[in-house]
């Protein structure tokens, strides 16, 4: 079976991407749509992730925008439990380690709070940055500049990341990356799931094939063992994989997850029946996964459940998903929310608007949940994991009542 794909599918993508994606069906065959997914996003010269212009941001240039780059706040909550994870770790040469750190905004504010809190690179503790970009290295070179203390910092790409093969000690980041790993698609017809394949006809098209015998197959078995006739899904193999690497490498301490995603019971619910891959184009959000190749993003909701699993069966612990809201909320969120006793100004309507985004349900709050994972015998009573009956005041002063102040 062959979809039906708009006449201009061709129009808005990377020419040189879509030449090569053709060189590889003509090669190969029809590729998965993980392959595919891999390639728009991540070749390593014209892929959605490789280019110079940065697509985060609040702007019409922007594609959407994360946590980190709404408000700063973010990064300095995460900074606040990230030094509870460094200190309950303790001991000699630890690290935090950040993945996708996008324009740097959080591996900034990061670092500011942690040396606020005395655990900077004066302590010995390192920081990584994982990115495979030299555009965005820069832009984050140039953040981090104004950090003081982030000389410590590191940079190092996926691959050399991988081939270093070093244990971390410490605590490992990853906010919206998961959701951007490749995923195969699959659709259930006539008692049996079928592979959305992408083929050539004058442009990328998709077409349905049997789903052969092996790991996909068995994952979506798993994954979903009743499924309805005619559902989609997504089966991330990749996200799998990047779990167990992170389970192997981390010798103590603790990963802190952070995306939009379900468990089970509400990832193959009837109200994901079509699935949930989404393509992203100034901030507008669509299905038209083969249109924009190289210059939209494709994201997947990330299933909770097998990710928890594989790493509890390598040894680790989890605690979530938990609402992000709440994570933030526990960690002292309100210090970051002043009354308006003496009026307000545009300015602060913007910031307090910009911190309600990352709390409530109507914005990321609930759509994006946190996971935690620790090492074997990690101490898990983590602030920002407490519920609301364990929540204490902040002791700190907000850094917005500092500037109205001064």
């Known amino acids: 079976m062959i979809s039906t794909t708009s006449p201009d599918v061709r129009e ?221 899904l997504e089966i991330g193999m990749e996200a799998l994989r990047w779990i167990r690497t992170l389970a192997r490498r981390l010798e103590r301490g603790y990963a802190i997850l952070m995306d939009y995603g379900h468990l089970s019971s509400e990832m193959f619910s009837a109200r994901h029946h079509r699935g949930t891959l989404l393509a992203y184009h100034r901030h507008g959000a669509g299905e038209r996964f083969l249109e924009r190749v190289g210059r939209q993003d494709l994201t997947a909701h990330v299933h909770f459940t097998p990710l928890i699993e594989a790493a509890c069966a390598q040894g680790m612990v989890a605690r979530g998903p938990i609402p992000q809201g709440r994570f933030l909320v526990a960690l002292g969120a309100t210090d970051w929310f002043v009354d308006a006793t003496e009026g307000c100004d545009l300015a602060w309507y913007r910031t307090q608007k910009s911190m309600q985004d990352l709390l409530l349900p109507t914005g990321m709050g609930e759509s994006h949940q946190v996971i935690v994972l620790g090492s074997a015998g990690s101490d898990m009573d983590l602030t920002g994991l407490r519920p609301p009956e364990r929540w204490e005041p902040s002791s700190m002063v907000s850094q917005i009542q500092r500037s109205r102040e001064t």
């Open 12 to 232: 808005g993508s990377e020419p040189l991407l879509l030449e090569a994606i053709r060189h590889r069906i003509l090669r190969d065959g029809p590729i998965s749509f993980a392959d595919f997914m891999e390639l728009a996003l991540y070749h390593p010269r014209w892929g959605y992730y490789s280019r110079e212009q940065n697509p985060i941001g609040c702007s019409p240039e922007g594609d959407y925008y994360t946590a980190p780059s709404r408000h700063p706040g973010f990064g300095a909550l995460l900074g606040r439990q990230v030094a509870q994870c460094l200190s309950l770790v303790g001991g000699e040469e630890r690290q935090w380690v950040e993945f996708g750190p996008g324009g740097g905004e959080l591996a900034a504010t990061l670092c500011a709070e942690l040396n606020a809190l005395g655990l900077g690179d004066r302590q010995g503790i390192r920081g990584t940055l994982v990115e495979a970009n030299p555009h965005r290295c820069e832009a984050q070179r140039a953040k981090l500049g104004a950090a003081r203390d982030a000389s410590a910092i590191r940079w190092l790409t996926p691959l050399e990341w991988n081939e270093a093969n070093e244990a971390v000690r410490g605590c490992i980041l990853a906010n919206e990356v998961l959701d951007a790993l490749p995923v195969h698609r699959l659709v259930f017809r006539h008692a049996r799931f079928w592979e959305i394949r992408v083929d050539w006809r004058e442009g990328p098209v998709e077409i349905e094939l049997p789903l052969a015998e092996g790991e996909v197959l068995n994952q979506a078995l798993l994954e979903c063992p009743e499924p309805r006739e005619g559902q989609e």
